[in-house]
């Protein structure tokens, strides 16, 4: 830690069972008359989004529902969205479902207020209004997208990620109603759960990471390792959801100040070129990169090993680290994680252009280990 730092994260936030019921009377509060609501085609069939629009129906507020953001949101997703609210004259945009829908709620409602397109966006605080009003509700534990300031979004022309870190992508309100992830599969709650470990770790070990940072991303690391095997052996564990819900929301507060490392500069990517799950991305690289990162902070790795519950009092730092990529390892493999990029339908052909694509990535710039693309290409080899 390099001394001063400012936190950033939204003005308000609900947690618990029954909270989504209050977006209906917090956005009357908020003068609210026509709302876009924003989601994926695949939460369309769970019947959120029609007890969303009833609860805003109930405060006499009108809705103009946008429902084609893809797994991997896209620029062309973001223009479509940024059009329809334009032309419908919507004051508020609400976002529902996991994190391709509140990164693209969030870009769409960034765009609306500042003009131009994404690409205008792309870096660090590039914007100079506050965006659109915009109220997040996550249904999966993972990506803690309803509460940062970055927004991830696909260049559909150039088959990458741009990574758009910006404060007035901050949503203003959060909520996280642990029965909406009840329904959610073994495999999303895996995937989207080791990505939460990912962010953690990745913020734990950070260059940036801070005394408020630890903290967030070492409660997030004890409960993920505690309850994403009982969430993924039984989904309707209302305790395991409510525990992940919060551990993911915690290490969304780490990450969204720490920022990230070398998992994601790898991830980011996987998914622009092969539109591959991002979770299940980061769970096979994270344990790769954990051992590649061990040397430069070995007692932070020894704590991350203390938190998931592995026994170090009597090892060295470097052999309790060693401890924690075992851990990590572990849990994946308890919860189903493919052990392989190979197992996803990576091509080996492919690795070099992946790696040179990962040097240029933001996110690397913050991993504890310097890394060039000789390191990155084989950080990628070993995962294959």
């Known amino acids: 830690m390099s001394g001063a730092f400012g936190f950033f994260m939204p003005k308000e936030n609900l947690f618990g069972v029954g909270t989504f019921a209050e977006v ?72 529902i479902g996991g994190g391709s829908s509140l990164d693209c709620a969030k870009a769409i409602a960034l765009v609306a207020a500042n003009g131009g397109t994404i690409y205008d966006y792309e870096g660090i605080d590039k914007s100079a209004k506050e965006m659109v009003p915009l109220i997040t509700i996550n249904t999966t534990a993972g990506t803690a997208s309803e509460m940062t300031r970055i927004s991830v979004i696909t260049h559909t022309k150039e088959s990458r990620k741009m990574i758009i870190v910006d404060k007035h992508v901050t949503p203003q309100l959060t909520i996280n109603d642990p029965s909406l992830t009840v329904s959610l599969s073994p495999e999303l709650t895996a995937g989207t759960g080791m990505d939460a470990l990912t962010h953690a770790i990745e913020a734990y070990v950070s260059i940036l990471a801070n005394p408020i940072t630890d903290a967030n991303a070492f409660q997030a690391i004890r409960l993920i390792g505690q309850y994403l095997p009982q969430a993924v052996k039984n989904g309707e564990d209302l305790e395991a959801r409510t525990q992940m819900a919060y551990a993911q929301f915690l290490a969304g507060m780490a990450f969204n100040n720490a920022l990230l490392g070398n998992v994601h500069a790898l991830a980011h990517p996987l998914g622009g070129v092969y539109d591959l799950p991002h979770g299940l991305c980061n769970a096979i690289l994270l344990p790769h990169v954990m ?71 933001p996110c690397g710039l913050f991993n504890p280990r310097e890394s060039k693309y000789e390191d990155l290409l084989e950080l990628l080899r070993s995962a294959y």
């Open 291 to 361: 051992k590649y990162n061990v040397q430069a902070k070995p007692e932070k790795f020894k704590n991350i090993a203390l938190a998931l519950g592995a026994h170090v009092a009597d090892l060295t730092p470097e052999e309790a680290a060693a401890m924690a990529v075992k851990a990590v390892e572990n849990l994946a493999r308890t919860v189903g994680i493919p052990e392989h990029l190979s197992d996803l339908g990576v091509k080996e052909e492919d690795l070099p252009k992946l790696a040179d694509m990962a040097s240029k990535d």
């Open 24 to 95: 209906g009377k917090k956005a009357k509060e908020w003068g609210a008359t026509k709302v876009l609501v924003v989601c994926g085609s695949a939460i369309l069939k769970m019947g959120y989004v029609d007890q969303l629009i009833g609860y805003l129906k109930e405060e006499e507020i009108d809705t103009i529902l946008y429902s084609s953001v893809s797994p991997n949101p896209t620029d062309l997703n973001v223009a479509e969205g940024v059009a329809l609210l334009q032309q419908k004259s919507c004051d508020l945009v609400i976002a």
